[in-house]
């Protein structure tokens, strides 16, 4: 008999393994934050401190949002319905150069942890700023997160050498901590010089660092990248040797065929943002020419002023019917694929497929237990096809981020959601006050 | 002092009047089922037996589902992942030509009912069979309805003054039930012939009923219809009376511009499917085209089987985000005008607007109250943002019909969830017995 941690019992569990085996009348043993098991119902086997009951649940690897910006939360809703350069320019730039305290962004990355928490995301890309606050934020909540600084031209020109540093301090600081890594986040071919570029494919190559950038969002960032450099946006950045490293490219709306053919053969993935590119007109991804490449395609959020929340369920739901329609073709991305671009192709994407994305012994427990027993996921036919086109983020009932529980029947382990009500009603009062000034 | 029924005290009131007020610090009186009155909360002439609290929240009219086919809750998911023509042929038609009992169609819209109402929904435009229990059950879960029977070629030929008799003896049988009607709904060009049509659109001119049916769902029933009546959808049913009446057509993706002509000085509507004809590939509706001529375009689910649930509010996002997208416009669509769209315009087209569709005095207490104590919307600074951008259906916290309360602080008042559970389990297992055998 081996004494375990938690033993999760029931339910249909969705492995995403390679064989994507869905097992029903089994357990999920864990011990010391991983799976050590998964094994029939009646293995004698295994005992644990905690039982969790699965019955008439999905349990699925936790979910991974690979492109967002967490302390964004405050910027909710507060400039709708307009167009990418003037949201940035006239909104959001300018209430983020007078808002960001590093109290600002630790009290708006809990809001966000939260609300990922609770919609199922055990895993968050991010790129901001003050990013120790991100980081000390995500690890109070008990969640996973990839910090990195928005690299920006204003702040780092002339100052190359502080961007290894402004990285390294960050993974030094938080080595003892499993839960927090940091990338390397130019934030933009349009808010970065070529010197900066440079400087940060040769750090990654140097380091073993993944890059994580924004890419082809709108039509106006590819025509003037032509414009200015002659070359497509990957190729720019090919030529300053990112696409050598492992790189995550948020939005790839107006990728061309060069630059997919570029992608195929490297470790490079495209962040979808559905529902920011559809929000902001920015427009649709070339999907059906991404999959046929194979380049890995991942589910993100963006962040929540252009979303407007973390519902990545939701996100992935829109994006495997949009693409549909897009294509032309009613079989473009099934459930199950859109299911593996939420989890096991996000976790193959960052590097951590060895530690998450998919429920097999040996990896990190990070989980949901998702409850079926709601009007809009019965009857149920097929998991795959509910967890896309039917059962929404508030089903989730449980939570576990290695090992542990950070979502109990509906409620937060580590975090009281109506004290972070009230700090989102405190620093909206300042912001508006802000604006008003 | 007036003593009312209830008093719906506190909250942000979404009026969707002519004004697009939004009132704070105001209660609503509701007597008989009606609205008496809005206002200010310190406003000592009303009392009431019941007191709802509605701190914290946004009271919305009810939502209207312009299309639907309520009972195909337990199709939900069955076949997943295909073209639309398969999806009818292989296996919705079919099973329907099985499955369909009175039994099953009580049950099954028991379900879709409870499902809507937990959603928000007040009032939906059906089409299906036995459309007499579908009645029943809505009576029964104490949502409004607007049932009518989906007029086949194959039921209907030869017997053309049933046509009218099917139509009159729901709605003599349903007169004493206010929340009850009944449409008259020739399926389709494709599964009608044009004498069935012909009489169609001449009984509802002769009884001023309205006609709901579906139109230019598919390329391919454009492309059909040009060939065999060498005419475009809506100028065949143009040339048959149709739009001398007022119509729902449900779908309208591949409408030209010589249709929208047409619609445009009539009383007709489009019901926009979204998600269906996302999901289904379908296409994308010329929603600007429509836009731009102020033809009435509402929100719909259309069934299960292919959307795959009854969440019309994540149904207004996704389309509200999606036509920013697809006219290149990020001003689109704003969030005030999708919410109309759910609301007020909807009651509008189904000439029901002295009924439902806003909050005013005199109009019956049709009406949702929102908590905005979730995390995922907080912070607040527009209501219509949020509304469509950022809530989610789970928090609707409590819904009125009528006056009559329907969901209480998320528990449904009239319907019991666990036993529609069991019954949705017991269908489908008959439904996969029938696949399998």
């Not at 357990?27 to 799976?35: E, L």
């Not at 936790?62 to 939360?73: K, L, R, S, W």
Request: aromatic share 6%.
């Amino acid at each position: 008999m081996i004494t375990c941690d938690t033993l999760i019992k029931g339910g249909s569990i969705i492995c995403m393994d390679e064989d994507f085996r869905i097992l029903d009348h089994h357990q999920i043993a864990i011990k010391d934050g991983k799976i050590l098991a998964i094994s029939p119902l009646d293995d004698p086997k295994y005992s644990a401190v905690q039982e969790l009951d699965a019955s008439d649940c999905l349990i699925t690897p936790g979910f991974i949002n690979a492109h967002t910006h967490i302390p964004m939360t405050y910027f909710r809703g507060l400039a709708d319905d307009l167009p990418l350069d003037d949201w940035l320019q006239k909104y959001i730039w300018p209430m983020e150069a007078r808002m960001l305290t590093p109290d600002f962004v630790y009290d708006a990355s809990l809001h966000a942890a939260a609300e990922m928490i609770t919609n199922g995301i055990t895993l968050a890309n991010d790129m901001y700023f003050h990013i120790d606050r991100i980081a000390d934020a995500c690890a109070t909540a008990g969640m996973r997160v990839i910090v990195s600084e928005a690299i920006l031209e204003h702040a780092f020109s002339g100052k190359l050498s502080q961007i290894r540093d402004s990285v390294r301090r960050i993974k030094e600081r938080y080595q003892d901590q499993a839960l927090v890594d940091c990338a390397l986040a130019p934030h933009a071919i349009y808010t970065c010089s070529r010197e900066i570029l440079a400087e940060c494919a040769k750090v990654a190559a140097e380091e073993g660092w993944i890059i994580h950038t924004h890419l082809s969002e709108t039509k106006v960032e590819r025509d003037n990248c032509l414009k200015e450099h002659g070359m497509l946006p990957l190729q720019y950045l090919h030529s300053l040797g990112f696409t050598a490293q492992r790189c995550i490219f948020a939005h790839g709306v107006w990728l061309e065929e060069e630059e997919l053919d570029l992608l195929r053969e490297t470790d490079c993935s495209i962040a979808i943002c559905t529902d920011s590119n559809l929000k902001l007109s920015s427009g649709f991804a070339p999907m059906a020419q991404m999959k046929a490449r194979g380049i890995k395609t991942l589910m993100a959020t963006d962040g929540v002023a252009s979303n407007n929340n973390l519902d990545i369920l939701e996100e992935t739901s829109t994006t495997a019917k949009l693409y549909k329609a897009w294509n032309h073709d009613p079989l473009f991305m099934p459930a199950r694929e859109a299911f593996a671009m939420l989890t096991i192709d996000s976790a193959k994407a960052l590097g951590m497929d060895q530690i998450t994305g998919s429920l097999e012994p040996g990896k990190a427990a990070d989980l949901c237990i998702i409850n079926l027993n709601h009007l809009q996921s019965q009857p149920l036919y097929n998991p795959y096809s509910h967890l896309i086109y039917a059962i929404s983020s508030h089903q989730v009932r449980d939570v576990l981020i290695a090992g542990k529980q950070v979502l109990k029947n509906h409620q937060l382990v580590n975090l009281d959601p109506a004290a972070l009500i009230d700090k989102a009603k405190y620093w909206k009062t300042k912001i508006l006050s802000e604006i008003q000034s």
